[in-house]
Structure formats: structure tokens, C-alpha cells
């Protein structure tokens, strides 16, 4: 079942600004990841935070992870065009972790216009 | 980075035909591989998990029978829609976990579009 939630599900903000999106979650993790996902394109992972992290940072991304809210949230700064795309966060919420198939969210449809 | 492709990345059929998808691990080798399906404008949702030298494990709801699951090798997983039908037009992803990696990263391949006139 679809566990991971995100918010807003469409954010259009104006290039150059912070982009900030956020996932929640129902059962306890090992980990949590952002991936983005180009129209009618695959998958590209971008970070993967464990459930013992607070904030990990990539580039111009942050992750942050609240165990404790069942949360995280993915910031994007300096946002640029490229960066148009949806941004799912998926979870390991099965038993077994990494050996099973992820629950994504409903993912947020990023729009940076120029 | 590890790449996972997959072929056709899209495919036109009838209604009533079978379809194979191929998943492959270009550069690792993944013992375990996902099968996904995305609806339009819809998020990801986990179909089976495809394990090298044994049965597909199949979530709720998911037809075995009609979702044929094969994993050959420790690089090939494919997936066959049979009989397929207009309501199984979708965005076919798979996804692949690296044996020997130190991580949880499932690495996605590019989706394979599927449409069923």
C-alpha cells in the first residue's frame, strides 16, 4: 500500500529560490530516499538518508529526516530549469530493508520557471 | 554509477497479445531485482520482487499468472505482460540492487512505456 505522502504535490516557484518538499511515512524505516524523475522518464536517485541520520547534504540538496514525526524533507537551492521535474521519496517500510521493493510517495511536481 | 537498462523503452501492441520487458544489471550484478508500475501521473507502485533462481515474490493484488516473472541470471530479470489488455497500459520500471554494494541504493532503469490498443 502506498505509505509515503508528500506535500505540496505541485510547487512552482521562480528560479534562483529554495524549493522545499516534504515526505511522511507510517511504519518504522532503515532508510529513506529522494529520487527525481523526469516526464515519462525513469528514475534518478538522489540521496539516501538512514533512519539514524538527521540531515545529509549533496550538492545543492538537503535531506532531512525526523524519525520521530515519521518525516523527511528534500531542499533545493539555488533552484535552475533543469531542476523542473517530480520528486518522490521512497522508503524501505517492508520487513527485510534493502532486500525488498520500496513504497514511494505520491511525489511533488517541481516547476522552476525562469 | 551502476546502470540498469531496459528494452523496449516503448512497445505498441494488441489486446490479447504478450509482452516481454527485459531488465538488465550493465555493469553488477543484482541477485535481486523489483518490477514497478506508474500510472499516469501516478506514483511508483511495487508489482514483485524478482529473485535470481526462484520464484517471483508478487505483491497484493498482482496477478502472477498474468505478470510472468523471470530471473535467469544474476544481470537479466524480464517481465512478460500476457493477454494483455488496454488497462495494462502503463510505465513499466525495474529496479535493481547491487550484490556487493554498501548500500540500500536500488538503481532504476529507464521504464519501458506500454500501450495496448
Known amino acids: 500500500s502506498q505509505q509515503g505522502e508528500e506535500d505540496p504535490q505541485a510547487l512552482s516557484i521562480q528560479e534562483g529560490e529554495n524549493a522545499t518538499m516534504n515526505c511522511s511515512y507510517k511504519t518504522s524505516i532503515n532508510n529513506l530516499q529522494w529520487y527525481r524523475q523526469n516526464s515519462g522518464r525513469g528514475l534518478v536517485h538522489l540521496i539516501l538518508?538512514?533512519?539514524?541520520?538527521r540531515e545529509k547534504h549533496s550538492g545543492r540538496l538537503r535531506v532531512t529526516l525526523d524519525t520521530s514525526k515519521k518525516s523527511s524533507s528534500l531542499l533545493i537551492t539555488a533552484s535552475r530549469a533543469a531542476d523542473t521535474a517530480s520528486y518522490f521519496c521512497?522508503?524501505?517500510?517492508?520487513?527485510?530493508?534493502?532486500?525488498?521493493?520500496?513504497?514511494f510517495g505520491k511525489g511533488t511536481h517541481l516547476i522552476i520557471q525562469p | 554509477g551502476a546502470v540498469v537498462s531496459q528494452h523496449p523503452s516503448r512497445v505498441i501492441c494488441k489486446s490479447g497479445t504478450s509482452v516481454k520487458i527485459e531488465c538488465r544489471s550493465l555493469d553488477f550484478q543484482a541477485t535481486t531485482m523489483f518490477w514497478y508500475r506508474q500510472f499516469p501521473k501516478q506514483s511508483l507502485m511495487l508489482m514483485a520482487t524478482s529473485n535470481e533462481g526462484s520464484k517471483a515474490t508478487y505483491e497484493q493484488g498482482v496477478e502472477k499468472d498474468k505478470f510472468l516473472i523471470n530471473h535467469a541470471s544474476l544481470t537479466l530479470s524480464t517481465l512478460t505482460v500476457t493477454s494483455a489488455h488496454p488497462e495494462d497500459s502503463s510505465f513499466y520500471i525495474c529496479?535493481?540492487?547491487?550484490?556487493?554494494?554498501?548500500?540500500?541504493?536500488?538503481?532504476f532503469g529507464p521504464g519501458t512505456r506500454l500501450t495496448v490498443l
Open positions: 521512497a522508503t524501505d517500510e517492508r520487513a527485510g530493508g534493502g532486500a525488498d521493493g520500496l513504497t
Open positions: 538518508i538512514r533512519s539514524n541520520e
Open positions: 529496479s535493481a540492487r547491487d550484490v556487493l554494494g554498501f548500500t540500500d541504493t536500488q538503481y
